[in-house]
């Protein structure tokens, strides 16, 4: 009897089995409900084609679920009509965007928050007229601080700023004002607050600046524009306080990799105009292995250039390897091009130079002679520093000017060891064979070209190298036929050229014999005088033919003889041909 009421008992307790059945009946948290209106009935895909029609349905569900999400789906169809540029009209587009904000009105702070609601808004404003754009920043006006420092609301805040009237923008800028740091050094931040650098006027680029320099200056801002110089003249006991937390910030944006920032370049060319030699070494340290991320401004590039002027021999070493693959870039680059010259005109080892930097230059020979920018570095070399001014402006000049550092017992010394025409000519013997190779080979194009021809004219006047391949070309096109298209001699660059070597008294070796240019030129041109004397820009080289001492009495007798033939030309320069020959 014992035995039966065990088994009984054990028969009346719940098996496994049944505890997991009841479980699975009354689960009340199933991954899916049924299919009543609710998420999407789960099914095992038999297919991928299946899968991927499961996986959709759980997409909508989840984008179900967002906030105001059947007002974004509907403004989501307006916004693909007003972006439609080919098929929607102007007045129709406006009309659109009037219902639309009509829509969403009192919900864009909301809305601006999601990727989907800010590429709308954005839109908007850029479609958008004054008025529309007025509506929007209304409901705007006071968060832009905080919507800057989100993922996809700041990328309208800056097409605000790009859009924005001067009042808007100034309204803008205030709530930026004193949070300049704080932006700065934010990752979503430092792009709103660039913009607006850029589009400032000089004014509040100078109240962006200044917060720069200490905490005083994001409370208390200038009335009126002014520089740090003009700051420290007024208060020069403050110089200390102002440097220490301009490098501060600057060490905080090279750690997060933000020197990129144009705001930054204007900081530090103020640092550098100011600080001293103490200061400007410890700056210098810092920036040189991350200098080739300043030279895309204006600013930028001055500190770069001025950085590589008051650098050891060792930072220049680590400057010139940072530019590895990145050489013609920058050469062409409208300000960054300097740093690469500046390397040029003050580092010492031309060995580590020659590798490196001219290396890439002669790689990339094709994109640069003909190139404003990128001429600039190989006439560096080429030319003698007494032919600076003929190729760089006054401030680019002043800025290959040699810089002072401190040396032992805080004695100002020179920062280079060499002298210039001596590394100037140590490059040009790496380079001087490869510039008349490849000059004798594209002569046709160089000496047309409006900066090519300055590399032509400078490599046949200072560089070293078999230069009767690059004379025998430029005599052969000045004997083709007068009527031929683009002759070289009534070409205005060409013949300017020809006209300079001319003037200079250019000479060659041929055959153990040194033959004078501007006789071989009047040898060339014999049987076509009257043509060129009586032909725009042609006449220039004809003029300075009169004038050279070895061919004038020769080609004077010859224009005397034809002379009637040049009376009745109203070429320019052919009145001051017949002046000459009286």
Known sequence: AGQVTTKGKRANRPTKSTNKEKKQDHNPKKKFAGSGGGKPTPLQPSTPAESRKIQQQKREYRKSLRTHHDLVTQAKTYWER??????????????????????????????????????II??????????????????????????????????LVNRFIDA?????????????????MTMIK??????????????????????FVEEFYGNEFALFKAKETRTLKDILKETPEKQDQIMTSI???????????LIYLSISHHVLKEYYDNASPEQIREITGLLAPELIHTVRTKFGAHVAATCVGYATAKERKIIIKSLKGNVVPVCQEPYGHMLVVKLLCVTDDTVLLGKAIVKEMIEGIDDLVTDGNGRLAFLQILAPESNRTRYFCPSSAQLLEPNEVLGPNNILIPSCKKDSETRRSELLAQLGNEMMEYC?????????????????????????????????????????KPDTEDHVMANPVASRFIKTLIVTNFSYQQEDEEKVFADTVCLAISKNEVKWASTDYATAVIIALLKHESTGKLLKGRLQEKRKQLDGSGARGTKSILTLLE
């Open 82 to 119: 007003i972006r439609d540029t080919v098929n929607v009209t102007a007045p129709e587009r406006k009309k659109l965007i009037d219902e639309l904000l009509n829509i969403i009105k009192g919900l864009l702070m909301d809305l601006i928050r999601k990727h989907d609601g800010s590429r």
């Open 440 to 480: 004798s080979k594209h002569v046709s194009v160089l000496i047309r070209d409006k900066f090519g021809f300055a590399v032509l004219l400078e490599t046949l006047l200072h560089a070293e190298g078999d230069k009767i391949a690059v004379i025998d070309e430029i005599i052969s096109l000045i004997k083709k």
């Open 164 to 180: 924005a009237s001067k009042p808007q923008r100034e309204i803008i800028f205030k709530e930026f004002y004193g949070n300049v």
């Open 186 to 207: 934010h990752k979503d931040a430092c792009e709103v607050i660039e913009k607006a650098y850029t589009c400032s006027t000089v004014y509040q680029k100078v109240l």
């Open 247 to 257: 490098t501060n910030v600057i060490n905080t944006l090279l750690t997060k990799g």
């Open 122 to 155: 954005q839109t908007c404003i850029k479609y958008g007229n004054a008025a529309q754009r007025k509506l929007i920043f209304a409901e705007l006006e006071g968060h832009f601080l905080e919507l800057a420092q989100k993922k996809y609301s700041r990328f």
